[in-house]
């Protein structure tokens, strides 16, 4: 992305975040980690960009069916949040929840909001390959990627005044607006990320999970897996559509682990996980079908 700048000197603002109890080398201090830097045709505020994945949420959990188990739910939760405090963006509202749907994808909504396919929870094999999923997300959130194709959809549309003086008041417009654009399942599917910007989120997401504690391994895992799986198998057309290739991805991992040094050990499997595939191995199975 021609906006963000890589710079050395960010992670020394950026491990203060979590204080003492950051879990990564100084050494870290010479690695690299995307800078974000705002969309110039983006003027939403923070304020106006929250209330907008709130006013968009409320819209697409009419359309999917979102899958409800408190342990799930809780433990999820937890580490949307640890990856939001680990974050370029730690004040926003993240939240997490699962749509029941056999597709291996997930999505970020503006503000914080993280929509998981529960396809995604059954595939990945240990607690930091799912962390390495979720923290890409939550890297979307932080360089506002959804957000700017969603501008960009209104002003195409003539409709980002319309959204500007609306999103902030009680009324239904947004939710008006988001239909007139097709609804919100599909106009998810149709904002493209660029290449560059889910690169951009792969790497924001290894920084978040390093700061958070857990190994960024667990991407080189995913990638390497998907990598495997890329041709003809069906659950993955959604995420490997519009997203650079899986080896190229796992190539750009594998340099940044070599770039760092990892003094504490880092979380890669827990009971927690363990505990989340039994859950949904007793569950009726998820539809197949790729809505949400």
């Known amino acids: 992305m021609k906006s963000t700048e890589l710079s050395r000197r960010r ?17 870290l201090l010479h690695a690299v980690e995307p800078h974000i830097v705002d969309k110039p045709y983006n003027t939403l ?23 409800h188990n ?8 937890n580490i949307i949040h640890k990856l939001g405090n680990a974050s370029q963006r730690p004040h926003w509202p ?43 997300e939550v890297g979307h959130v932080v360089a506002r990627h959804t ?8 002003l195409a549309k003539n409709l980002y005044d319309r959204v500007k003086k609306n999103v902030l008041l009680n009324n239904d417009v947004i939710a008006r607006v988001i239909e007139a654009l097709g609804g919100p399942v599909v106009l998810l599917a149709e904002l493209k990320y660029s290449r560059q910007a889910e690169s951009e989120a792969d790497m924001l997401g290894f920084y978040e999970m390093l700061r958070a504690g857990w190994h960024p391994n667990g991407l080189l895992k995913f990638f390497t897996r998907m990598e495997q799986n890329e041709r003809g198998r069906t659950p993955f057309d959604v995420m490997l559509s519009d ?14 682990l070599a770039s760092v040094q990892i003094a504490t050990p880092l979380v890669e499997q827990t009971v927690q996980f363990k505990a989340l595939k039994e859950a949904l191995r007793l569950m009726p199975p998820a539809p197949k079908s790729a809505k949400g």
């Open 94 to 136: 993240y939240q997490v929840k699962v749509v029941n749907s056999a597709v291996v994808n997930a999505c970020a909504i503006p503000g914080g909001f993280l929509y998981l396919q529960r396809g995604l929870l059954e595939y990945v094999e240990d607690e930091n390959e799912m962390v390495g999923a979720m923290a890409h």
């Open 45 to 67: 505020t923070e304020e106006e960009e929250i209330a907008l994945g709130r006013k968009f949420s409320a819209e697409y959990e009419k359309k999917v069916e979102i899958m």
């Open 243 to 256: 997203h650079p290739s899986s080896a190229d991805r796992a190539a750009a991992i594998r340099r940044e």
């Open 147 to 154: 957000t700017n194709q969603l501008v960009l959809n209104f």
């Open 11 to 27: 992670f020394v603002g950026l491990a203060g975040l979590l204080g003492a109890s950051a879990l990564v080398s100084p050494a």
């Open 70 to 77: 408190p342990v799930i739910d809780a433990y999820l939760t």
